[in-house]
Nanobody, 117 residues
Framework: QLQLVESGGDLVQPGGSLRLSCAAS????????IGWFRQAPGKEREEIACVTNSGRVTNYHDSVKGRFTISRDNVKNTAYLQMNSLKPEDTAVYYC??????????WGQGTQVIVSS
């Protein structure tokens, strides 16, 4: 059974850092691109980062470029999102998925990130 489990969300002060993890099981992880998405209260879900199945190519939403880094470990079947210089507007539920397109692929249950002083 395909499963994605996000973890690492927390309450953090502006300017702080967090690393989110996306643990995958039940499918050939190394054959799938992985996307990270987020949904803030009252807003639509948006894609923020994507990594190809090999990990060689990454893409980022303009709002997180230079602050967030997506990566993956195909031995551990885990993808990561390193988030630095966090801002209050980064507050959202963060999801990983086996796709870089909203509405496709399989999704995890999400992990909450709150950036607040």
């Amino acid at each position: 059974q395909l499963q994605l489990v996000e973890s690492g969300g927390d309450l953090v002060q502006p300017g702080g850092s967090l690393r989110l993890s996306c643990a995958a099981s039940g499918f050939p992880f190394n054959l799938y691109a992985i996307g990270w998405f987020r949904q803030a209260p009252g807003k639509e879900r948006e894609e923020i980062a994507c990594v190809t199945n090999s990990g060689r190519v990454t893409n980022y939403h303009d709002s997180v470029k230079g602050r967030f880094t997506i990566s993956r470990d195909n031995v551990k079947n885990t993808a990561y999102l390193q988030m630095n210089s966090l801002k209050p507007e980064d507050t959202a539920v963060y999801y990983c998925a086996t796709s870089c397109v909203i509405g496709s692929g399989s999704w995890g249950q999400g992990t909450q990130v709150i950036v607040s002083s």
